[in-house]
């Protein structure tokens, strides 16, 4: 590119990160400080159950959205719908049929889980229910700002941080490595298993943005995902407890690992439907990669910033 420069990828990797804090920090600071003036105790607000303490969770992760557009714009000179596809926005009709693909197949992986003899060493949901009124409002709470949170997750992990790695690389398969690698080790801590199971989520999902030119599969998958997990944790009354979980039996990987790859066979089969072939497939070069817009602005992992 004709403003390509080496540093630039650290710096915008600066902003982005400086950018998120600061506004994490304000997202926090300012909701937290009123709720203790209304009467909010510590351990209110430590409660990751809590609606409140919920949205504010969700609130902050969407917050990477318009980080990682600050970055690409202020330093790169990119337009930031670069970041969503390689043209130059969110391609809602392929969106809207990689949601309902992601819809099946996780609907699909709850009926066939409840055939799946029970792992003795997994953890068992707390039996005991939640309020009504507090269902009502954490489920309010994840159908509405979760698809945010899911998108930001992706805009930071498959959008910004993967083309800033892609700008020193040739090939796409290393930031689809260490950007799947830095989102399971985002998570905190963990077990293994749990690692894993997110490390290959990262794999498959920076696998589907090469394949596709854009960050619409992954969030479809991710969005989708999340929500029906986190509905169904939502009913019970340890759901704050699942949130903190740092534990996964083996059997969850293999499980997820088999459900990932059934998504991707489906979204390779979209993809020679009208549909994939009017969103996708005429921005793809014969060798299924996307081919840079004609503007000479990179797409989704392929090449760099």
């Given at each position: 590119?004709?403003?390509?420069?080496?540093?630039?990828?650290?710096?915008?990797?600066?902003?982005?990160?400086?950018?998120?804090?600061?506004?994490?920090?304000?997202?926090?600071?300012?909701?937290?400080?009123?709720?203790?003036?209304?009467?909010?105790?510590?351990?209110?607000?430590?409660?990751?159950?809590?609606?409140?303490?919920?949205?504010?969770?969700?609130?902050?992760?969407?917050?990477l959205i318009p980080c990682a557009m600050l970055a690409i714009w202020a330093v790169h000179g990119i337009r930031p719908g670069f970041l969503s596809s390689i043209r130059g926005r969110i391609r809602w009709s392929w969106l809207l049929a990689c949601s309902g693909a992601a819809f099946a197949v996780v609907l699909a992986g709850f009926a066939v889980s409840f055939l799946i003899p029970v792992d003795p060493d997994a953890e068992?949901?707390?039996?005991?229910?939640?309020?009504?009124?507090?269902?009502?409002?954490?489920?309010?709470?994840?159908?509405?700002?979760?698809?945010?949170?899911?998108?930001?997750?992706?805009?930071a992990f498959r959008g910004y941080i993967a083309q800033a790695i892609g700008a020193w690389v040739r090939f796409p398969v290393v930031p689809i490595v260490i950007t799947a690698l830095l989102f399971a080790f985002a998570h905190g801590s963990q077990n293994l298993p749990l690692f894993l199971d997110r490390f290959v989520f990262g794999l498959v999902a920076g696998y589907l943005v090469v394949r596709t030119g854009g960050l619409e599969a992954s969030i479809a998958l991710h969005t989708i995902n999340n929500v029906a997990v986190l509905l169904v944790g939502a009913a019970y009354a340890d759901f704050g407890d699942?949130?903190?979980?740092?534990?996964?039996?083996?059997?969850?990987?293999?499980?997820?690992?088999?459900?990932?790859?059934?998504?991707?066979?489906?979204?390779?089969?979209?993809?020679?439907?009208?549909?994939?072939?009017?969103?996708?497939?005429?921005?793809?070069?014969?060798?299924?990669?996307?081919?840079?817009?004609?503007?000479?602005?990179?797409?989704?992992?392929?090449?760099?910033?």
């Open positions: 590119m004709r403003n390509y420069r080496w540093w630039k990828p650290l710096l915008g990797l600066g902003v982005f990160s400086v950018s998120y804090v600061a506004l994490v920090l304000v997202l926090f600071v300012v909701p937290s400080s009123l709720a203790v003036g209304l009467g909010a105790t510590d351990a209110d607000l430590e409660d990751q159950g809590s609606p409140l303490v919920f949205l504010l969770g969700n609130v902050s992760l969407a917050a068992m949901l707390d039996p005991t229910l939640a309020p009504l009124s507090t269902f009502i409002a954490l489920a309010a709470v994840i159908v509405l700002t979760t698809p945010l949170q899911a998108a930001g997750e992706e805009y699942q949130l903190m979980s740092t534990d996964a039996p083996w059997s969850l990987v293999v499980f997820d690992v088999v459900q990932l790859a059934v998504f991707a066979i489906v979204v390779e089969l979209l993809l020679r439907t009208s549909v994939g072939r009017r969103s996708v497939a005429l921005a793809l070069t014969t060798h299924g990669r996307p081919e840079h817009p004609p503007t000479g602005v990179p797409g989704p992992m392929t090449g760099g910033l």
